[in-house]
Nanobody, 116 residues
Framework: QVQLVESGGGLVQPGGSLRLSCAAS????????MGWYREAPGKQRELVAAISKWGNTNYTDSVKGRFIISRDSAKITVYLQMNSLKPEDTAVYYC??????????WGQGTQVTVSS
């Protein structure tokens, strides 16, 4: 069994920063890709950013230039540095991991609220 444990969410004012972390544990030794999705009230879950085991990154347009995804392959951990946060970034953020065998796992979600 594989567990993804997220941390780093919270309340921040517009223009502020947060750093999310997601660590994988259990029967997992490598990954094909890890990423962050978010789900705002009344909206579908969307991909925010993803990073492959080779370091290739992908961002949704609305966060380009503000968010940075990175990973520690040895620790099977992914990070999301979120800068210049906006109220529309408010959502529950979910960590996602895809294994080399294409199995997919999700974290429990962490709330990010951007409000003054």
């Amino acid at each position: 069994q594989v567990q993804l444990v997220e941390s780093g969410g919270g309340l921040v004012q517009p223009g502020g920063s947060l750093r999310l972390s997601c660590a994988a544990s259990g029967r997992i030794f490598s990954f094909l890709a890890m990423g962050w999705y978010r789900e705002a009230p009344g909206k579908q879950r969307e991909l925010v950013a993803a990073i492959s085991k080779w370091g290739n990154t992908n961002y949704t347009d609305s966060v380009k230039g503000r968010f940075i995804i990175s990973r520690d392959s040895a620790k099977i951990t992914v990070y999301l540095q979120m800068n210049s946060l906006k109220p529309e970034d408010t959502a529950v953020y979910y960590c996602n991991l895809v294994t080399p065998l294409r199995d997919e796992y999700w974290g429990q979600g962490t709330q990010v609220t951007v409000s003054s």
